[in-house]
């Protein structure tokens, strides 16, 4: 099956410094990238849709200064985020919908990553 | 919000047992997916029943879905103890995948 590789699985920083994830889609192209926030025992809420060549759009109430979202290519999209604060520990999840599918019926996940600032 | 609802939060169970879960969303839907979490894990797509289907069978998962009452459900038979994670449905109607609440099963052997 499609394979989502998202590194990393976690990281711990310091607080103020900024963080990269990377969401890669290995063996099909993605059009779509979606990036998903989870806080411990809670659901996933959707923070952003990344579209490939073009600018993020992000929910209400995600500050777009703060989680950069950049998806140049077709196979990878990056969240950064920017001067991370402890309330900003999380983990972050992205999904990428296979470019041959014209629903979301393929959309695949990755492993997600978890962030702890100190 | 768009996010769905599922109840229970949590169930416990035994092996051997059934467990039933529900899912309730608020807006009109293409189709509802059920997913899976093992703790601290990525997801793992189940099941995924279309608007004008009525009910699915995959393995020891049955899903129905009731578009007029807005709700769906998800049954597995037979629990195991490695069934223990939790499961979240998921609806999309345009361009997102909007996901409910959770429900966390932990099956006892």
């Known amino acids: 099956g499609a394979v989502v590789s998202q590194h990393p699985s976690w990281v711990i920083c310091k607080s103020g410094t900024s963080v990269k994830i990377e969401c890669r889609s290995l063996?099909?192209?993605?059009?779509?990238m979606f990036w998903y926030r989870q806080f411990p025992k809670q659901s996933l809420m959707l923070m952003a849709t990344s579209n490939e060549g073009s600018k993020a759009t992000y929910e209400q109430g995600v500050e777009k200064d703060k989680f950069l979202i950049n998806h140049a290519s077709l196979t990878l999209s990056t969240l950064t985020v920017t001067s991370a604060h402890p309330e900003d520990s999380s983990f972050y999840i992205c999904?990428?919908?296979?470019?041959?599918?014209?629903?979301?019926?393929?959309?695949?996940f990755g492993s997600g990553t978890q962030l702890s600032v100190l | 919000s768009q996010q769905g609802e599922e109840d229970p939060q949590a169930l416990s169970i035994q092996e051997g047992e059934n467990a039933t879960m529900n899912c309730s969303y608020k807006t009109s839907i293409n189709n509802l997916q059920w997913y899976r979490q093992n703790s601290g894990r990525g997801l793992v797509h189940l099941i995924l029943i279309r608007s004008n289907e009525r009910e699915k069978h995959s393995g020891r998962l049955r899903v129905t879905l009731d578009t007029s009452k807005k709700s769906s459900s998800l049954l597995i038979t037979a629990s195991r103890a490695a069934d223990t994670a939790s499961y979240f449905c998921?609806?999309?109607?345009?361009?997102?995948?909007?996901f409910g609440t959770g429900t966390r099963l932990q099956v006892f052997p």
């Open positions: 998921a609806t999309s109607n345009t361009d997102k995948l909007i």
């Open positions: 999904s990428a919908r296979d470019i041959r599918g014209g629903t979301l019926e393929k959309l695949f």
């Open positions: 063996d099909f192209q993605a059009t779509t």
